[in-house]
């Protein structure tokens, strides 16, 4: 694929509307030819924990426009492939673009899927290891546009791997052993996954129904809407005992 738009979203609090910043970077022919970045007043306000992750505040976003206020200047952007480094960002978008009726019918990659299935010998996929695994030029995390950029530039590497990017179809059973697979890899669990996890069992309610006590579980964890250390390893431990018994 030569041709795409690599996003990124920032979130303001544990909703999945909540998009604080989003940033893109559009290629064409391989070449990045466009790359911005957005603050949104986001849905729900600011919570610390996440203010605390990206820097982001109310300060920063009191006189933003919101996502529907925005979408006008960006819209083109989403009728090209859309590469991201987790379905976090793909759930964020369809939220909003539930919340602000824009009625978006996008496709959509992820490139840490493509990356756990080509380069299986790596410790982990996430964007940083995988920035340094093809010496790509450093970037400052969470920061939107620059996580698009590198994730763009990533995307473009693991082409090199093979002749077409495909995403097969998998069952959802197999698709939550990958998730959690890949949550466990690095053998940290950091909110934004814990956060994605929930938001899948959520959007596939058969295997979310089957899964009830991992769902208990990840809110039960999340309730304060924040995610510390202590929690991280308690999490860390259910879901490794989850897919024990997937196996």
Same mark, same amino acid.
């Given at each position: 694929?030569?041709? @795409?738009?690599?996003?990124?979203?920032?979130?303001?609090?544990?909703?999945? &509307?909540?998009?604080?910043?989003?940033?893109?970077?559009?290629?064409?022919?391989?070449?990045?030819?466009?790359?911005?970045?957005?603050?949104?007043?986001?849905? #729900?306000?600011?919570?610390?924990?996440?203010?605390?992750?990206? #820097?982001?505040?109310?300060?920063?976003?009191?006189?933003?426009? &919101?996502?529907?206020? $925005?979408?006008?200047?960006?819209?083109?952007? @989403?009728?090209?492939? $859309?590469?991201?480094?987790?379905?976090?960002?793909?759930?964020?978008?369809?939220?909003?673009?539930?919340? @602000?009726?824009? #009625?978006?019918?996008?496709?959509?990659?992820?490139?840490?899927?493509?990356?756990?299935?080509?380069?299986?010998?790596?410790?982990?996929?996430? %964007?940083?290891? $995988?920035?340094?695994?093809?010496?790509?030029?450093?970037?400052? =995390? =969470?920061?939107?546009?620059?996580?698009?950029?590198?994730?763009?530039? &990533?995307?473009?590497? %693991?082409?090199? =791997?093979?002749?077409?990017?495909?995403?097969?179809?998998?069952?959802? %059973?197999?698709?939550?052993?990958?998730?959690?697979?890949?949550? $466990?890899?690095?053998?940290?669990?950091?909110?934004?996954?814990?956060?994605?996890?929930?938001?899948?069992?959520?959007? =596939?309610?058969?295997?979310? #129904?089957?899964?009830?006590?991992?769902?208990?579980?990840?809110?039960?964890?999340?309730?304060?809407?924040?995610?510390?250390?202590?929690?991280?390893?308690?999490?860390?431990?259910?879901?490794?005992? &989850?897919?024990?018994?997937?196996?």
């Amino acid at each position: 694929m030569r041709d @795409f738009v690599a996003i990124d979203f920032e979130t303001a609090n544990p909703q999945r &509307v909540s998009a604080c910043a989003i940033g893109y970077a559009k290629m064409s022919d391989c070449k990045l030819i466009e790359a911005k970045g957005y603050l949104i007043k986001p849905v #729900g306000g600011h919570a610390t924990f996440q203010s605390k992750i990206h #820097g982001i505040t109310e300060e920063h976003t009191f006189n933003k426009p &919101v996502f529907g206020e $925005l979408f006008p200047e960006i819209k083109d952007i @989403f009728h090209y492939p $859309l590469v991201a480094h987790s379905l976090f960002d793909k759930q964020v978008l369809k939220a909003l673009s539930d919340k @602000f009726n824009l #009625g978006l019918n996008f496709s959509y990659i992820d490139s840490c899927a493509i990356a756990k299935e080509k380069l299986p010998a790596l410790k982990d996929c996430k %964007l940083k290891t $995988l920035v340094k695994h093809f010496d790509l030029p450093a970037f400052k =995390h =969470h920061d939107a546009k620059e996580d698009a950029i590198a994730c763009a530039n &990533v995307f473009l590497k %693991l082409q090199d =791997h093979t002749t077409e990017i495909m995403l097969s179809a998998k069952d959802e %059973l197999s698709e939550l052993k990958g998730m959690l697979k890949g949550i $466990l890899a690095d053998e940290q669990v950091n909110y934004k996954e814990a956060y994605e996890l929930l938001y899948w069992l959520e959007d =596939h309610p058969e295997t979310g #129904g089957q899964q009830q006590n991992l769902c208990f579980k990840i809110k039960e964890v999340l309730d304060d809407k924040r995610l510390d250390c202590t929690e991280a390893t308690e999490i860390k431990f259910f879901l490794e005992q &989850v897919l024990g018994e997937l196996k």
